[in-house]
């Protein structure tokens, strides 16, 4: 479910909002952060106080990604 943030101290950015609710995982949403907050790009890179904005939810992580395993020296 998205969530709803009040700016409510100066020098914040949307990457710096999305980092503090995601950590490093928050980068791959600027862009859909963007979308859902149309405008909000035409403010400046420091959002205004009391801008309100919509941010969506942690993208899901794989739990296993195979990777095959190479071996120099054969099976």
Do not use: C, W
């Not at 490093?24 to 600027?30: A, F, K, N, T």
């Not at 859909?32 to 403010?43: D, F, I, R, Y």
């Not at 309100?52 to 992580?61: E, G, Q, S």
């Amino acid at each position: 479910m998205p969530q709803t943030f009040t700016i409510r101290r100066e020098g914040m950015t949307v990457e710096l909002l999305l980092h503090q609710a995601y950590g490093v995982d928050g980068r791959s949403l600027l862009e859909e952060t963007l979308a859902k907050n149309p405008g909000v790009s035409a403010l400046g890179p420091f959002l205004p106080l009391g801008t309100i904005l919509t941010i969506p939810d942690k993208p899901a992580r794989d739990a296993f990604v195979y990777r095959p395993v190479v071996s120099l020296f054969g099976d």
